[in-house]
């Protein structure tokens, strides 16, 4: 009994003593934790899994209660998968909302914005732009942009940026590839000079729509305490950044990043007032179901993360909408793809990698992988977006696209000689057309579902594939090196002006690819065509007109070779929003020509200026 | 010498080499995992990178940073020499946070959870164990059926059955984290409170599952003890029901209590399921991150920590037998 | 053997567990039979509630759970044979060594042992699960039996070091019969039923661990198992959508499979062990 009296006073000592431990462990300023996203290639990936620890850290914000009112809060998820380790656009893991690429106006800024309903670069920090010749971009700048710290923004902050990524090897360091130099003229202009020999319009026009600018007084001083190393640079939390965005860190821990509106933003004389919600907080769920369930409930506004049969939330009555009222609800923005490797016996012919893309049940994959969420897939190295289908002949190419069609396909095979053997399987010139593996990470529930239906289809054409779904790390192992039969990944998913030709480049383009063993970081199934690879090189260099015919071509030769089969179009980011305490979202045919951008990247920013919490 | 010290020192010696060979096991097999670790944050930083060579030299920077361009010897001596000095090493997939900075935050979710659990379980399952072996009859017949059945189902069935029905069809408890998102951690009675009720289930699943367990034990230890000759003797001579209960209870005890021990030693692994359904955020669930993303310093961190405490465990646990038991001292004696 | 075999008979909880083995096998083994469809095929939507056409509804992909679930149970159970065949052989193996030997080779399986006791085998599991390549049903049992040997070695030795100093075994050492041969006629007969006890609980807990494996997703590749099932619903959200039919019954099933091992294992116990009869 004195043991039993024993244990209850020891058991309660260590309730105590783990949450007094757990308590103080949250008021550590400053700590650093980190990030993790779901998807390597592509956003709006789905998540993969990730711990929640209780240690926090307050920024330099106001208070440090984290606590702020619901009906002036805009509660976002979808961005961030796993605990803040820093803000340092530098670091290669930055936590929202300094992700590259993504909630991009919210504390940094862009100089133009993106919509991705027309593709328009709109203005923010940079009022105008155009080719004063064939290699150089003149940009204009706001005159009255500056930063939160009070300081304005001039072109010499531009010129810092840019030149980050010629001295560091950062995620706009590839732009110098096709840059010579970025000058600035004046205190508002700024010009970037092409290289002669390696100009690229379109890349270029990316750049001025993806990099955040960097203020170079902050800036310069961190590079200099870090001795102008990287990995020492990396390692610099900035848990308090100066941008020249409308939000400002306010608090984050393990559970939660929060950002407070700066009403000095300089953005109120172009916008005419200031975004709505005075906070916007991210919530790190720690995996979709839960995220899901929460937007459900009304306690996330906006979310971007992938909702399963998601009609069913508003029949259900809640007040849920989508950009699209009626399917697919979502606008396509990337076509995740299988690719075939080039290089194993049966997978080598282009036949049997048609065949294969003639068996899948596309309209299954839609329905029941995507939940509805895509439209039919009418196969083609460009979207059917306004944005895009400007580039391209669709009567040229309608006669080479494949439909779902397993009759044809069992023809086609036959008329090559795959005959079938006693266990269903075809075998072509002494090569049994199986078993061959297709991959894609485990967790990512839309595509484990996709690549079940394509082996249950290549089953009906007597081929055989197995499902195969190792962990991120191994699968970006198994697709870099080429150690894959077919494998699934989203080439080129975002949108930019340097779509569509970054996706043909993705899949197509053979130069820089190493050999089957060492990394590739594109065209992962070493597939090789000199015609392609003169028309990628080509298409940069030539005006939009002249655009169209090469894309033709290059969707010709794709069509005829089948290097990738794209399985279904995926939104570039999800937007499902839920009006039970904001309303006045953009919808679409509500005139406002605001994208469905998550209401904070790119032109979608624009959203928050336009709800209300009333 | 004496047999005692003999027999601690021969036990000593043995716990140490095992956790050197823990040591190097978990040290090697994370990296026997195919697969870049590096490749998670380097692909994130090479994302829209055109220029192949560049990305691989993003790879290689990351690889230089994280310390696994070296031999594998070599990077054994450099964490064994951190290990020396109380370092961890710093996580790979939470870059630039140390993994005794992650670990630390993480422990006393996972202890505050496991201990009172599984106190509570043990004291409750051998009670009724006890109760059961002594009353027979109805109350046994019962009993042993439904904690046998109890103890069949796996422990994370159910955990997601009680997930599903107490969480998300009555909703009477919420169903992940360790505590109510809105709040910020402090020492305020609201989040107590919250704590305690993202606690509850967790807290019940791992109750139910230990009092089915240990009543099962307990109670074969007792109708072991209740047949053995010196009970049947002592009721013979007249002796109290009462005072034969006392001695049969403390012989039935003395296996219960080891494994008693031996559970708190494996407390920290075997929250691991636990953690991950109810989404709590203690070592397990860091654990399988961990492996998942090939965060090598954060899996040996963890791994490093469950050897520890489990050998810790046994060690106590095998000296106090020495102590206490005098089969053990005989056993000595012999071969001394 | 037949003398022992009507005992066990006469066992009621021997009894209900033989029955609810017996049983579930012949169900898992003739349905296929009768419902020649293939389990991946996918014939409705997603997570639709059980219907008279689906009689425990649709899974995640759209196919048919209730033949799903004759299939998974199949394969969990091959798995947990499997794996307890090999984790008893392991053990009988090393038990016996260390036991009858003794000595310095006892010491260095002793050792070896209880390492394996000591380094969670979870953990351990997870960890080899991770990094293999190609992950077969064949594999993971392999995986799982190479774990879990260690409760019936150190069983076993105790039970050999008790019947070591036994006369016969004397008899036999002074006939002059070899290590082998006493071993094998000797010791094995007097731990036979033993063994086969161990036996039994290895294939549970061989079941349990491949369910707790493929729960976390590291279960084998494009295979229907019990654990499998569990996972693709938990990946797919079942819980929260509230499609109960895809968890509860898989989770249902290995509870009264792996009972019934235990029933018939705990109606073996009380036989050969009297002193524990209540």
Not at chain 1, 422 to 434: A, E, M, T
């Amino acid at each position: 009994m004195r043991l039993k009296k024993a244990s209850i006073l020891f058991v309660c000592l260590v309730m105590i003593f783990s949450l007094l431990a757990a308590c103080s462990k949250s008021s550590s300023p400053g700590s650093t934790q980190n990030t993790q996203t779901g998807s390597t290639s592509s956003s709006g990936g789905s998540s993969s899994d990730s711990g929640s620890s209780d240690s926090g850290g307050s920024s330099g914000g106001a208070s440090g209660s984290g606590e702020t009112p619901r009906n002036e809060t805009l509660y976002i998820n979808g961005l961030q998968w796993g605990a803040p380790t820093n803000f340092n656009l530098l670091s290669g893991n930055p936590a929202f909302p300094i992700n590259y690429g993504n909630s991009r106006e919210l504390v940094y800024e862009t100089l133009f914005m993106i919509n991705m309903l027309d593709g328009n670069l709109e203005p923010l920090l940079g009022t105008s732009y155009n080719w004063v010749d064939d290699l150089t971009l003149k940009i204009e700048l706001h005159p009255e942009a500056k930063w939160n710290d009070g300081t304005p923004f001039t072109s010499e902050d531009v010129v810092y940026t840019y030149k980050l990524g010629q001295r560091y090897e950062i995620n706009w360091t590839s732009y110098w590839d096709y840059i010579q130099d970025v000058v600035a003229e004046d205190a508002h202009t700024v010009t970037i000079k092409m290289k002669p020999d390696n100009p690229n319009r379109l890349v270029v026009l990316e750049s001025i729509e993806l990099i955040p600018m960097l203020p170079k007084h902050i800036w310069e001083a961190i590079e200099e305490k870090a001795g102008y190393d990287l990995a020492a640079i990396r390692r610099e939390p900035n848990d308090n950044p100066v941008g020249t965005g409308p939000y400002k860190l306010y608090f984050y821990n393990d559970q939660k990043i929060t950002l407070i509106r700066d009403d000095n933003y300089w953005g109120q004389v172009l916008f005419g007032k200031l975004p709505a919600p005075k906070y916007i907080t991210h919530n790190i769920y720690k995996d979709n179901a839960a995220g899901d369930l929460a937007f459900k409930n009304g306690e996330v506004d906006v979310s971007q993360q992938f909702i399963p049969q998601v009609w069913k939330m508003w029949e259900d009555g809640a007040p849920i909408k989508t950009y699209l009222s009626e399917a697919p609800y979502y606008l396509p923005g990337s076509m995740p793809s299988i690719f075939f490797n080039t290089t194993v016996p049966g997978l080598d012919n282009p036949d049997v990698r048609r065949a294969i893309a003639m068996a899948i049940d596309y309209a299954k994959i839609a329905e029941l992988a995507m939940s509805g969420y895509s439209a039919p897939m009418k196969p083609s190295l460009l979207l059917d977006t306004p944005a895009e289908n400007k580039f391209i002949d669709q009567d040229a190419i309608k006669p080479l696209q494949w439909t779902t069609d397993v009759d044809a396909a069992n023809k086609l095979l036959d008329s090559i000689g795959a005959e079938r053997g006693k266990d269903g399987i075809r075998v072509l010139n002494g090569v049994r057309l199986g078993p061959y593996e297709i991959e894609c990470p485990y967790g990512w529930s839309d595509w484990n579902a996709a690549l079940e239906i394509v082996a249950q289809s290549a089953k009906a054409i007597g081929i055989e594939i197995r499902t195969k779904f190792p962990e991120a790390p191994v699968w970006t192992n198994d697709l870099q090196t080429g150690k894959f039969d077919i494998i699934m990944n989203t080439p080129a998913g975002n949108v930019t002006p340097a779509n569509p030709w970054s996706r043909a480049r993705t899949i197509m383009y053979s130069k820089g690819v190493a050999p089957i063993g060492e990394m590739a970081f594109w065209n992962w199934g070493r597939y090789k065509n000199e015609r392609a690879d003169e028309i990628i090189e080509k298409i940069p260099t030539v005006s939009d007109a002249e655009a169209k015919a090469l894309y033709t071509e290059l969707t010709q030769i794709w069509l005829k070779d089948v290097p990738s089969v794209p399985l279904m179009y995926r939104p570039w980011v999800f937007y499902t929003v839920n009006e039970s305490v904001w309303k006045g979202f953009p919808v679409d045919g509500d005139g406002s020509n605001i994208p469905p951008q998550i209401a904070m990247d790119g032109a979608g920013v624009k959203a928050l200026y336009q709800i209300s919490s009333q | 010498m004496n047999a005692y010290t003999k027999y601690f020192v021969k036990k000593a010696g043995w716990y140490l080499a095992t956790l050197i060979v823990a040591l190097m096991l978990n040290f090697l097999l994370p990296r026997l995992i195919e697969g870049n670790p590096v490749s998670t944050i380097a692909s994130q930083v090479s994302q829209g990178m055109t220029d192949s060579d560049s990305i691989k030299r993003v790879y290689e920077n990351f690889a230089r940073e994280f310390g696994i361009d070296k031999p594998l010897i070599v990077q054994f001596g450099i964490y064994l020499k951190n290990l020396l000095t109380g370092d961890l090493g710093t996580s790979f997939g939470l870059y630039p946070r140390k993994v005794s900075d992650i670990l630390g935050s993480a422990v006393p979710w996972t202890v505050g959870l496991q201990l009172p659990a599984i106190l509570v379980g043990w004291i409750l399952g051998n009670v009724l164990g006890a109760v059961a072996a002594y009353r027979k009859g109805v109350f046994d017949k019962v009993l042993f059926p439904v904690a046998l059945f109890i103890n069949s189902i796996p422990f994370f069935t159910l955990a997601i059955m009680m997930l599903y029905l107490f969480g998300i069809t009555l909703k009477w408890f919420p169903i992940s984290g360790g505590y109510d998102y809105q709040m910020v951690p402090n020492l305020s009675l609201e989040f107590i409170w919250s704590v305690i009720r993202h606690h509850t289930l967790p807290f019940l699943s791992i109750v139910l599952v230990t009092i089915g367990g240990q009543a099962i034990g307990m109670r074969e230890m007792a109708i072991y003890e209740l047949n053995s000759d010196y009970v049947l003797y002592s009721k013979l001579l007249g002796i109290r029901d009462s005072r034969v209960a006392r001695y049969v209870f403390r012989n039935a005890m003395l296996p219960q209590i080891t494994g008693l021990a031996l559970s708190l030693g494996t407390m920290i692994g075997g929250s691991l399921i636990c953690e991950i359904v109810f989404s709590y955020p203690g070592i397990g669930t860091w654990l399988f991150t961990a492996i998942r993303q090939l965060d090598y310093p954060l899996i040996s961190g963890c791994t490093l920590l469950i050897a520890v405490t489990v050998l810790l465990a046994n060690f106590t646990v095998e000296i106090i037998y020495g102590i206490v038991d005098p089969r053990i001292k005989a056993a000595q004696m012999e071969e001394g | 053997m037949g003398s022992t075999v009507r005992i066990l008979l006469r066992s009621p909880k021997f009894l209900i567990g033989a029955i609810i083995t017996l049983l579930m096998t012949a169900f898992v083994l003739i349905y296929p039979l009768i419902n020649r469809a293939d389990p991946f095929e996918m014939k409705a939507l997603a997570f639709q509630p059980p219907s008279s056409e689906l009689w425990l509804g649709s899974d995640n992909f759209g196919r048919d759970l209730f033949l799903e679930l004759v299939y998974g149970i199949r394969t969990s159970v091959e798995i947990g044979l499997i794996a307890g065949l090999i984790a008893t052989a392991i053990g009988l193996v090393i038990g016996l060594a260390s036991g009858y030997v003794g000595r310095w080779v006892d010491n260095v399986l002793t050792a070896l042992t209880n390492m394996f006791i000591v380094i969670p085998s979870f953990v351990i599991l997870i960890l080899i699960s991770v990094s293999i390549d190609s992950r077969s049903a064949f594999i993971v049992a392999l995986i799982i039996g190479l774990t879990s040997w260690p409760w019936t070695a150190r069983a076993v030795r105790a039970q050999t070091v008790s019947l070591r100093n036994r006369d016969h075994v004397n008899l036999a050492k002074i006939s002059g019969h070899s290590t082998f041969r006493i071993i094998v006629f000797e010791i094995l007969p007097y731990i036979a039923s033993y063994v086969f006890m161990a036996f039994i609980l290895q294939v549970a807990s061989g079941i349990l661990a491949e369910a707790s494996i493929s729960m976390l997703g590291l279960g084998p590749y494009d295979t229907i198992s019990l654990g499998t099932m569990m996972n693709w619903a938990l990946i797919f959200a079942a819980p929260v959508s509230g499609a109960w039919w895809a968890f509860i019954p898989p989770a249902l099933v290995i509870a009264v499979i792996t009972f019934a091992l235990f029933l018939i294992n705990t109606g073996m116990d009380e036989i050969f062990n009297p002193k524990i009869r209540s």
